[in-house]
């Protein structure tokens, strides 16, 4: 079996955070990426890199050849044009999807976003992003892969290691640091617990040590058992 872990939309600010966690922890990472200039500049020298676009699914094969498992952190900057919400946070999240089933790889692991299901929270004016992640959540969801998808609370550039709230059924406001995303995303890829989840993350004031994933995880519910989409 394969160990190496694909990470889409490797050159972001969480992207790249994530890229480092798991190098750290020794996994051989391959890097999708949009800008092969921008990933030589800002990614380690030993990553794997494939250039393509997710919205092109002739572009997917090669990224997701021999690998065991995708992390999936694309997300569109721009609310109009080809990279729009609806084709990078819809479109582009299915064809990954869709491209991890058609290659075999069975674990997936999908950033997507707090307010998903608020579609009027003021964000979803940028190009009707939160409905539009929402769908790409739903493809993940169909797709009968091992899947969890994580839902951060609005992104800062402030270090890691603050305590962290995690919650479902989309309830939860707050900010959390985009290291933290990180070190949540790599503790739960290889956690059964977290497999069939879909769960919030803040940063907050909370009893749990930002690194106790133990009692994080184990009072995670499946979607399955919430029952219904979230």
């Known amino acids: ?3 190496r872990i694909l990470v889409a939309g490797a050159t972001g600010g969480t992207g790249q955070l994530i890229v480092a966690k798991l190098r750290s922890l020794d996994h051989p990472v391959r890097a999708f990426v949009l800008d ?5 500049e800002l990614l380690p020298p030993e990553i794997e ?3 393509g676009n997710a919205v092109d699914p002739a572009a997917l094969p090669p990224a997701v050849h021999d690998v065991r498992a ?4 694309i997300g569109s900057r721009v609310p109009l044009g080809d990279n729009r919400p609806e084709r990078v946070d819809y479109e582009g999240v299915r064809n990954l999807v869709h491209a991890a089933c058609d290659a075999g790889v069975t674990r997936f692991v999908l950033i997507s976003s707090i307010h998903v299901t608020h579609p009027e929270n003021p964000f979803n ?3 009707q992003i939160l409905d539009w992640k929402l769908k790409g959540e739903d493809a993940l969801r169909d797709s009968g892969l091992i899947y969890t998808i994580i839902r951060p609370g609005g992104l800062t550039d402030d270090p890691g290691g603050s305590p962290i709230q995690i919650g479902q059924r989309d309830t939860l406001k707050g ?3 985009r290291s933290d995303v990180a070190a949540v995303t790599v503790s739960a890829l290889d956690d059964s617990r977290t497999y069939h989840t879909t ?3 803040i940063n907050a004031v909370d009893p749990y040590l930002p690194d106790d994933w133990q009692a994080h995880f184990a009072a995670l519910k499946t979607d399955r058992d919430l029952h219904g989409r979230l």
């Open 199 to 201: 769960f919030e993350i």
């Open 125 to 127: 004016r940028f190009g």
């Open 175 to 177: 900010k959390i640091s």
């Open 70 to 73: 995708v992390i999936c952190a």
């Open 1 to 3: 079996m394969p160990d």
């Open 36 to 40: 092969l200039a921008e990933a030589l």
């Open 49 to 51: 890199l494939v250039q």
